[in-house]
């Protein structure tokens, strides 16, 4: 935990910060953080600064604030996600806001297993702590937006430029394409919407859809990856190719 997330309900009226719970018993028994000391702190979906120790006892933290800073850039990226294996969610759902993803789309497909829609995982109070976990490793403080959808065709078809708008770049990471992500205009494009498949990828049906929808199929190269290795390697060469066009531009 590289950041203490501060809850609206946390602060005190006299301006000083108490919680309990993990976040109480990581700063004890992780942090050891003494009276005096200052620790890395910031309140959901605000800025970020830091919280001087007044108080650390089993079970009960408080701290005086002082949130002074904006957290990190946002990536300006969106998923629309086949929704994966229950432990992978597990890992990609705090993957996604450690790596500022705006907006994730869970969507049905058909090598989805109907059970996962029946997993606790997609509980909103479990989507929520995998979420906040990732913002604390990346010093974050704002929540991605996350939508489940069970029926694919009609959220393309009905829902899909509501939800991310019309002006953002498209793509379609799929194997059988044969240009790499930066051939596909990836570096000019402020926004960008990934759809990206399930384990056993996109039926030929769906990927035709989201093409006549305008994503833009690439290719990964030969290595075929899961989905909770896809992700982060996505937006990590998504990234990469958007510094690079910055320092030449």
Request: aromatic share 4%; net charge neutral; charged share 25%.
């Amino acid at each position: 935990m590289n950041l203490l997330l501060l809850q609206d309900s946390d602060f005190l009226p006299d301006g000083t910060v108490q919680m309990t719970g993990r976040r109480a018993q990581h700063a004890r028994e992780v942090l050891r953080a003494e009276p005096g000391e200052t620790l890395r702190v910031g309140r959901l979906g605000g800025l970020v600064g830091t919280g001087e120790v007044l108080e650390n006892t089993p079970g009960l933290l408080r701290l005086r604030v002082s949130l002074t800073d904006p957290p990190p850039p946002r990536a300006g990226v969106d998923l629309l996600l086949a929704i994966p294996r229950p432990k992978a969610l597990k890992r990609v759902l705090p993957a996604v806001a450690q790596l500022g993803v705006d907006r994730v789309v869970l969507v049905n497909a058909a090598r989805v297993e109907k059970s996962y829609f029946d997993s606790k995982v997609l509980a909103p109070g479990f989507v929520e702590e995998l979420l906040l976990q990732g913002l604390e490793q990346a010093r974050d403080t704002r929540l991605p937006e996350v939508l489940i959808r069970e029926r694919f065709r009609p959220f393309v078809e009905d829902e899909l430029d509501a939800i991310f708008g019309t002006e953002a770049l498209r793509l379609l990471p799929h194997p059988p394409a044969p240009q790499p992500l930066h051939r596909v205009g990836v570096q000019e494009a402020p926004r960008v919407v990934m759809a990206v498949g399930p384990d056993g990828g996109w039926v030929p049906f769906e990927a035709e859809l989201l093409e006549a929808h305008g994503f833009r199929p690439f290719s990964l190269g030969p290595r075929i990856l899961r989905v909770e290795t896809a992700v982060p390697v996505l937006l990590g060469q998504l990234a990469l190719l958007r510094e690079d066009t910055a320092r030449t531009a």
